[in-house]
């Protein structure tokens, strides 16, 4: 892989696309969690050791290609500097002649932060020209931002193509990311058991087929089992479903069988058994648990119910890796957090006991998993989203092509 590890960066000047996508509190717009920076910290502190420079570069929200000062990078330079245990520079514009001025005239050891990339809408239309500019900020570029390599933007992936392939690179962190999910997708340890939740099959129906060529095991929990259910004729009465993707779980599950019928390795796919539901979408104590097949027409249900965490929890019990994305009922309300907070517990449980490679990614898994302070009995979790799952889907990202492929454009 192409790590920065033995590269030396003496009097280079690295353009470091970095995550610094960060929360900022509304009112004294002070980033309210530094977790984003933190991680980028390393691969910035790497470069600086070896005596070179370096260009930051980020998006911050969505401006919506206009200039908003609550989007401004600007908020972060206190934390960075905390972070570095050194002054920076800010460029108030990516691409100014005052920007240009600032990176050209960096010494080693010095780091120049550049305005948000998405003040111009150039940046998500992956823009040539605007590409080429940011290339003239750097001789070398890293790409850190695993978070937004599943978009082929200006910054992500264009700029890429201005560098030659020994001057292209992935940061640490971005690095982490790849070679983990390359273990887990292309040569997990047996079983494997991959665990989906979340709200609609319509956003994760690609990344159930991608799982189904390299999972023995796969969980489907939160809302989107009960179009699941509905699909094989349950009654759900008023869950949430997506009754236009009936078709699409129907599909699903008649490949699997199609599958399983013609090949020897055989696919599961469990689907809850029961559900605790409630009348109203609402955090209240007044539920019931009901077989998922057989929900009363005025109840919907809103976590995993009992006896399937007991299910979920036997499939993983004799797994070797885990995947999961995706909470299993909408765990921000405590009374139908249960599932969820079982299924964490269990991955990392399961992690420990069996020496398996766990995988957790998605904002609302990676809530779950800090939430009950399990950061540390888990094997990797993603920082990326949106970015893990079109992984999973398609084995790859236009961030990591751009780094890995030889595609060299003279400026
Ligand atoms: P996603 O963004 O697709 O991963 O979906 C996450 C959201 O799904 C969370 O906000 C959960 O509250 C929600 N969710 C999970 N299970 C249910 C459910 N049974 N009914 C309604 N919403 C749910």
């Not at 070679?179 to 040569?187: D, G, P, V």
């Not at 077989?291 to 009992?306: K, R, S, V, W, Y």
């Not at 907070?341 to 609302?364: L, M, P, Q, R, Y």
Request: aromatic share 8%.
């Amino acid at each position: 892989m192409k790590t920065i590890d033995n590269i030396s960066f003496k009097n280079e000047k690295a353009l470091i696309r970095v995550d610094f996508n960060v929360p900022l509190d509304k009112t004294t717009l002070k980033v309210t969690d530094d977790t984003r920076i933190k991680a980028a910290i390393p691969t910035i502190r790497k470069v600086l050791n070896d005596g070179g420079a370096v260009v930051l570069m980020s998006h911050l929200g969505r401006p919506k290609g206009t200039r908003e000062n609550k989007y401004s990078l600007s908020h972060t330079i206190s934390v960075i500097e905390q972070l570095l245990g050194q002054k920076i520079k800010f460029a108030d514009d990516c691409i100014s002649p005052q920007a240009f001025e600032l990176s050209s005239l960096l010494q080693p050891g010095e780091v120049l932060l550049l305005e948000n990339l998405r003040f111009y809408p150039e940046e998500e239309k992956g823009d040539i020209e605007f590409a080429k500019k940011l290339a003239q900020h750097g001789t070398i570029y890293i790409n850190d931002a695993f978070g937004t390599a599943h978009r082929a933007h200006a910054s992500t992936t264009i700029v890429a193509n201005f560098f030659p392939n020994n001057k292209k690179y992935f940061g640490y962190l971005m690095a982490k990311e790849v070679e983990n999910l390359r273990k887990i997708l292309q040569s997990p340890e047996k079983p494997f058991t991959a665990i989906v939740g979340g709200a609609k099959v319509s956003d994760k129906i690609k990344v159930l087929e991608a799982l189904t060529k390299v999972a023995d095991n796969i969980i489907i929990g939160g809302a989107m089992a009960f179009t699941f259910i509905k699909a094989k004729g349950g009654n759900i009465g008023k869950s949430l479903c997506e009754n236009d993707h009936i078709e699409t779980a129907l599909h699903f599950l008649n490949q699997i069988e199609i599958k399983n019928a013609q090949s020897i390795k055989n696919i599961r796919v469990i689907l809850p058994v029961d559900a605790v539901c409630a009348s109203e979408f609402m955090d209240s104590p007044n539920n019931s648990v009901h077989d998922i097949t057989d929900i009363p027409t005025d109840l919907m249900g809103l976590d995993i119910g009992p006896k399937s965490i007991q299910l979920f929890k036997d499939i993983l019990a004799s797994s070797k890796s885990i995947l999961w994305n995706g909470p299993m009922g909408v765990f921000e309300f405590s009374n139908f957090e249960t599932g969820t907070k079982e299924i964490a517990f269990t991955v990392a449980e399961i992690t420990h006991k069996n020496n398996a490679f766990s995988v957790v990614g998605g904002g609302d898994s990676v809530a779950a998993i800090n939430k009950y302070n399990l950061e540390n009995q888990i094997s990797f979790i993603s920082t990326g989203g949106g970015a893990m799952l079109e992984f999973i889907e398609n084995g790859t990202l236009p961030g990591i092509e751009a780094i890995e492929s030889n595609t060299y454009q003279p400026v």
